[in-house]
Each structure stands twice: as C-alpha cells, then as structure tokens.
C-alpha cells in the first residue's frame, strides 16, 4: 500500500447528493408508486471513481465544485476521512448537486441530476491544480461537470505527457480539443454507439453477438482517424464483461464478466470499473488484468446496494 500510495491520480469530480427508492416497478407517467425502501449518500459519477481509485491504494487529487450547505459540509468530512487531497476541492456560494433514482427490485436504474455547483467548475479552477496534474500517473475525466472544465484538465495533462481517461457520460459530443488528447475512451454499449457511430446494441443483439461487434469493430477506420489523440476504446457490456479496441490493431481484446450475487444493483458498477481499470493502469498492469480488475470491481458493486 506504501508504494501504490506514492502513485497519484487526478480525477474531473463532480458531487450529488445521491437518493435513490427501492421500488417494485417505477412508475408510470401520473403514477404514484410506494417505496420499498429509502437510501441517501454522497454520490456522483467523478467521485465515485476518485474514493474508489483512493481506496484501491492510489493518492488521488480530486479537482470539484459543491454548495454552501449541508450536503457540502458533509461531503468535505467524508472526504476528508477517506484520505483524499482537499487542495482543489471549491465551495462556491450555490447549491451542491442533487440527484433522484428508482432502483426496481430486477437492478435497473432511472435517474435525475440537479448538476448545481457542478456545472460552475471552471477552467480557472483547473488551471490551479496545473502542477497536481502534470505529476499524476493518470488524469480521469467525466461529463457531470461543465465540459470547459474537462476539456482543460485533460488538455493540461496531454500536455505534460499524462495519460488521459474520458468518461463521455451523459453522452455530449466531443469538441476537437477532447479528440486530440484522449488516450483512453471508456463508455458502455449506449455511449459507444454515440462515440463510434455504430449500433452497438443491435450488434450484440444478433445471433453471434459479441463476434458480430468484434468483427465491425476491425473494419472501422473511419473512429481512429477523426480521434487523433485516441489509442484505446473500452467498453463496458455488464453481463457480458468488456471489450478492448486499439488503435492500428485488427483484433479487439475481450474480458469475461465476474459473477456477482444479485443481491445489489446496478448504479455505479461503471463508475466501480472505471476505478478498478485505472488503478491497473497507474500500477503500470497489462491491459488485460485492467480489464479483469474493473470487471471485478463492477461485480463487486453489483452484489451491494449503495
């Protein structure tokens, strides 16, 4: 733990006060369902991977906005009992993000965000952590906060030679300043569709499945050449584990799946993956136990609630 400690990654945050009910079946529109259950945490796609990726062992440095208000005082604490770096951690005077989920009993997930202070993290902000990103390992970004802000943080460390790992969820299209510099894409199956203009879904959805994607995959060049910057797509399929695709390579790499109880759901697994790949990436590991790990941590996530 003493030598990954010394290892240090940045991460793009953004903070929600995450609620989420346990519902049979969410309602539909007029309806009114009751709740089997009630849950409130700090949440938020940027932090979830920054408390992750610090509790895999990694001094992780989050650059993020929250309100003045309880929500915001709380998360600091948390924060600060997780051991992450507060240097970069603003409270502006807003509101801290809000977000609202129905869990159905089968894992799946409908969410709302209230980004609040979130979408005024700027690019003056990230401009003061200049010196936290060019010694990091890996900076990790997402689009839960404004894409001013992304754009900058991962620009900077493309700059200084440090790997870049974009999230585009929710799914925006990329300006060209994102295109040059992203090492590392990781999306699921809807925002794989967006980044590379194929019907992913349909893909897997075919007789062959997987074989089907893997194979329209080695026959799109047309991805490499408008993403100049991008050496690696990942994409994450739940159930049927994850997909590696790299730039000037004919064949994809492919990852099983870890069985999880079933006793959870679904929220966060992406974000539990995503902390699990990146941790592998800043200990240097080959890709495939990257893959093997945020495999494992997604499982791990989709056996709990919360």
Known sequence: ?????????????????????????????????????????????GLNVAIGLQRLGVQVTPILAHGQDSAGEQLRSLLQAEGLDLRHVHALPMASGWGAGLIERNGQNRIAVFPGANDHLSPAHVRLAHAAIAQAQLVYGQFEVSL??????????????????????????????????????????????ELLGLDVPALLAMPTGLAALQARLARHHAFWLTHPGAQRVIITLGAMGSLAWLRDQPVTWHCAAYPSTGTGDTVGCGDAFAAGFCWAETQGHGLQQALQLGNRCGAHLASHRG
């Open 1 to 45: 733990r003493s030598l990954a400690m010394s290892l240090r990654a940045v991460v793009i945050a953004n903070f929600v006060q995450a609620c989420s009910w346990q519902v049979d079946q969410a309602p539909e529109p007029g309806e009114t369902r009751r709740a089997l259950g009630f849950h409130s945490e700090a949440g938020g796609k």
């Open 148 to 193: 001013a802000a992304t754009t900058e943080a991962l620009v900077l460390a493309h700059a200084a030679g440090v790997r870049t790992v974009l999230n585009p969820s929710p799914w925006q299209a990329l300006p060209q300043a994102l295109r040059e510099v992203v090492h590392t894409h990781l999306v699921n199956e809807s925002e794989a569709a």
